[in-house]
Structures are given as structure tokens and as C-alpha cells.
């Protein structure tokens, strides 16, 4: 039987019964069992000896963890977070160690009340199901809540629809988190919460807890699924931010993260490896969609007989091929970012691979044919005129010569070079003083970290980046096969998470060949998941399901699936394999005509820009025909009532 434990009150004031205040949140006990302190005094005290586990930042709400396991939490009134920390001074901060009847934030009454705002604070341990009765204490005054048995007997069973009423008059972001909330077993059975553009991500201690049609039912979410050991909920594009801020109040703890980590642990090692790539390339996206769409306008209006000055065309040049020029400066920067070093010694490792006075990569792979026809080796071509800067330079170190080059739009020596120093530096840290950290450990780091990267990582890496990317690269330039296979079965790797790996492709064909052929087959399988999930709304009866399954349906026509995917094509099956048909079709069409994408990252009508440089009747052709196999197949085939 669970212990029963007695906690001194961290505020002045009158204590009354958790549920006899007007927030159905904590009143209903979803939050955890405890009390409340009306009329508090202004003060917050340490009720024990313990820890701060979090402190939000707008000074409203106190996460404490006593030396004995009593996660505590303070909520300071009834949504006083919209004051935005007004009227709030902390006087500790988040991770301090904590002495009874240590003052940790004053307030204002006052100010709270003429702000609209009740004073009224909950005090509730959030990891109540780890005791019996909880008996709160102050000059005299005691509540106790009674442990689950008890409750449940003095008030009886409480019913889910009864409790989601409360909810009915919120606005949605909040009606849909705190259902969420309540569904998925409460606070105590989350450990952590954050989110993607389309789903909020939690990871829970107990998936028995969580009643999924329940979810499923809210009005407001799009559909729920586990995946990467999470258990994801759809609430689409811009509302699931909402949603997730509103969220975390519910379990201020929360705000500190640590999804990705918590679901690191769990993932297998294929899921790591591309969660990993993603975390390093998704941040440099932004950038080379931005000069892949201009780059698709440059050359739509040059197609059509414009003249620019030679002056001006350079200027766009600038624009659009400077971010591939210095790309492993951009990988280190994010991949130092990711494995925890410091930044800009990132950025200064990625230049150096792409220094000036280092013969080009470009330049030297053209001139690399013309070498071996004429029977030379670099070495010997190196001394001669002709090939000055068309060659490596000969660095000798004795007993070897390395072939010193530069490493222009090369992805993974730059990604491996990046998690060595980010390693590395953390090693220097761990012994090397404080008065000289700021000297010796930049200089240690970049030091080894260049010598590395150009005698060892650089030679071994970009070889096998020209193998591996080389022979994808031709896998995909086989006519119609390539496209087929990779528009058939790039939504199922979606589903298993593993598609962040071809971010690194992509980039690499970019960089390369300054056109990505991968966007164009990756379309054809968007557009077509796209146009089986429309085929499933229009078919279905219920009203209430055909607009939600509609809802979910056009997110896919802007390049986002999973919304139509999790939400009504993988649920039903038949509609995801029509589907995958349906982007095998327009992937081998897309192959057979050598579309490619001037830029990534868009897909379907924003990728529309990508193709403005003489592809775009193409692309639209492909788009057709991957949509019209999906829809087609899914409307013919599949029986609503399925």
C-alpha cells in the first residue's frame, strides 16, 4: 500500500479542496492530487529540501522535487501565464538545490487581480499515483486528498464525456490539449512532449493508458499513430504549434524538452542514423530552397530570349551558387550544432575545406579524363604548366604523399569532420583549465581537426561518398526502373522514419549537378497518396468523417502526407497501396523524361518553382498522372465501408 505523506504549504493563505476551485483542469485532478491557497500572501516558499526541476519563464508556475521523490507542482492563480511574467520576481532559477523554507518567487496579488486574473493556487504532486493520502498543512489548517480508492468511492466513477464537456468552451488549441491530456492517461504518463509541422510527439510511460479512438474522436485531430517510439497525434500545420504551447502548460515540466533524446534511446539504429542526418540537414534546407527557387525563376526568364547584363547575371550567381561554394561550411556549422560543439569553430572547419588557395573540386574532377588519357599521373601533372590548379596539391610527408584538394560540395567529409571536433573539443573541456579553455581548446580543436579532415577524413570520405551517392545517382538515371521502384516505396520508408537519409543525397546531386532528380520522383509518390486520400473522402458517407478526411487530404497537395497517410490511407491500407502504385506510375514517367528539380525540399505545387527553368509542362504531367493512378485505383477499387 502506497505511503501517506504531509506537506507544509509553500504559501500563505487559506487552504480549500482542489476541486472546489473554478479550473476544471486541476479541480478535476488531471494535473495531480492536492489543495489550493486562496487570498496567498505574495510568497512562495520551499516547503522541503529538494531541487527546482523547472521554472517557467514568465515566473507563474514552480516545478520542485523533494530529497525523497515529491514532485510538486505551484501554479501561482488561474491563467496568469498572459500576463507574461508581470507582477512576477523569481528569486531561484531552474536545477538550484532548494532549503526548506527558502523563498522562491514573490508576487503581486494585486496585480494579478486587476489584470482579470484569479489568485487562487494549486498545489498538486504530480506523481501522486506513488502515494496514498495527501495532506497538506498551514498554521493550523490541513486538506487531505484522499488516495484513488478512497476518492473514487466518496464521489464515483467519473465519466469521460462528462469530463471533456468541461472542456467544450475553451478555444480549440486548449479544448484539444487538455483532451489530449486527459486521453492519453494524464501528466504522470508523460514524459515528454514536443512537435513537428504537422503532429504533436509524445513519448509516454504506459501506451495501455492511452485510448486511441478517443483521440481520434476529438474534433480537432486528424488522426494518431506510434512511430520512432512516439506516439504522434496530427493536428495539422500551424494549429499543432498551438496546441503543443498549450500542452506543456498542462505539464510545465515539459518545457524543457528531451523528446528527441527520450526517443534516441529507444529507436533502432537504422532510425537513429536517419533522425541523426535529419537533425543536421533539415536546418540547411531553408537555404538551398531559397536558391533553388531562384535559380528555377533565373531560368525561366533567360528560357524565354531575355538578356541580362553580364554583370547583373554574376550577381545572381552569387545568389544562387554561393551556398553550395561553401556547403561544408554550412554541414559543420549544423552537425557541430548537433553533437554539441561550439558553432562558429564549425563554420571556420568547413571553410577551411573549402579554402581558396586549394585547387577546386570541380575544376580538378574535369580535369581529371583529360589526365588519364594522356597517361599522367597527378603527381606528374601537377608540374606542369597547363594543369596549374587543375590538380591536387602533392603534400609529402616522407613515407607518403597526399593528394591535398578542395572538398566543394562534398557532404560527408564535412558531416564526419563536424562530429570529431564537436567530440573532440568536449574531450579538451573535460582537463583542460578553465583560465585557458577560451585559447587552447579552439586551437587544439581546429588544429587536429584540419589535419585530420584533410590526411585522413577527407581522402576516405569523399571516396566513398563518389561510390555510394555515385551509384544512386545512376541508379536513378535508369530510364523508367529507377523512378519506379523509388516513387513506389519512398512513403512506406516515410512511414518507418527513415527518410531523412536522402537528405544527404539530395544535397549531394545538388551540389554536383546543380539539379535534383530524387524531388521529382518524390513528388509523384506525394501527389499520389494525396489523390487516394481525396478518393476516400469523396466516397465516404459520414459527413463529420468526410470533412476531417478532406482536411487531412490537403496538406499532401502542399507536400506534407502525413496527415493523409496516418490519418485515412495506412489506417485503411488499400488506399496507401494505391498509393505507392500510383508513385511508382508517375516516378517512372518523371525517370523516362529526366525531370529535375533546381532545388529540395518542396514537393507537389510549391515545388512548382523548382521546375520554371523549361520542365514545368512536365512536371505538371507527372503530378497528373501519379494523382490520377492514386485516386483512380482507391475510387474503383476500394469500398468506403472497408
Known sequence: MAKDIRISSPLNGKLVPLNSINDPVFASGAMGRGVAVQDPKGKVFSPFDGEITVFFPTGHAIGLKSDDGIELLIHVGMDTVKMNGEGFSPKAEAGDKIKRGQLLLEFDPAAIKKAGYETTTPVVVTNHADFGDITVELDGQSVTAAAPAEEAAAAGPVDDDDVIKQFAGLPDAERVAKSIMHYVGGPDNVRTAEHCATRLRLIVNDKTKIQEKKIENIEGVKGQFFAAQQYQIICGT???????????????????????????????????????????FVPIIPVLVATGLFMGCRG?????????????????????????????????WSTMNKFGGTAVIGIVLGLMLVFPGLPNAYVVGGAAAEIAEKGLTWVEASALPEYAGKTPIPLDLGFVTIPLVGYQGSVLPALVLGIFAAKFQQFLKTFIPDMIDLIVTPFLTLTVSMAL?????????????????????????????????????????????????????????????????????????TIAQGGA??????????????????????????????????????????PFMFGCVGGAAGGAVSSFLGLAGTGMGITVLPGMLLYMNGQIVQYIIVNIIAFAVGFALTYVLFKHDE
Not at 311 to 321: A, G, I, P, S
Not at 551 to 563: K, W
Open 238 to 280: 500551424g494549429f499543432v504549434d498551438k496546441v503543443t504551447e498549450e500542452f506543456i502548460k498542462l505539464k510545465p515540466s515539459l518545457a524543457g524538452g528531451g523528446g528527441k533524446e527520450a526517443a534516441y534511446a529507444e529507436m533502432s539504429l537504422m532510425q537513429k542514423i536517419s533522425r541523426t542526418l535529419g537533425d543536421v
Open 300 to 332: 525561366a526568364i533567360l528560357s524565354m530570349g531575355s538578356e541580362w547584363d553580364p554583370n547583373f547575371l554574376l550577381m545572381t550567381q552569387v545568389l544562387t551558387d554561393t551556398a553550395f561554394a561553401f556547403l561544408p561550411a554550412l554541414v559543420c
Open 453 to 525: 579532415g584533410f590526411l585522413v577524413v577527407g581522402p576516405i570520405m569523399h571516396g566513398l561518398e563518389s561510390l555510394v551517392f555515385g551509384a544512386v545517382q545512376s541508379f536513378l538515371t535508369i530510364p523508367v526502373v529507377g523512378g519506379l521502384i523509388i516513387g513506389g516505396l519512398q512513403q512506406v520508408i516515410v512511414i518507418f522514419g527513415v527518410h531523412h537519409v536522402f537528405s544527404a543525397l539530395e544535397i549531394y546531386l545538388l551540389s554536383t549537378q546543380g539539379s535534383d532528380p530524387f524531388n521529382a520522383i518524390i513528388t509523384c509518390a
Open 533 to 574: 486520400a481525396l478518393a476516400v473522402s469523396l466516397k465516404t458517407q459520414d459527413p463529420r468523417k468526410r470533412a476531417l478526411y478532406i482536411s487531412s487530404t490537403v496538406p499532401a497537395f502542399l507536400g506534407i502526407t502525413e496527415p493523409a497517410i496516418f490519418g485515412i490511407n495506412l489506417r485503411l491500407m488499400k
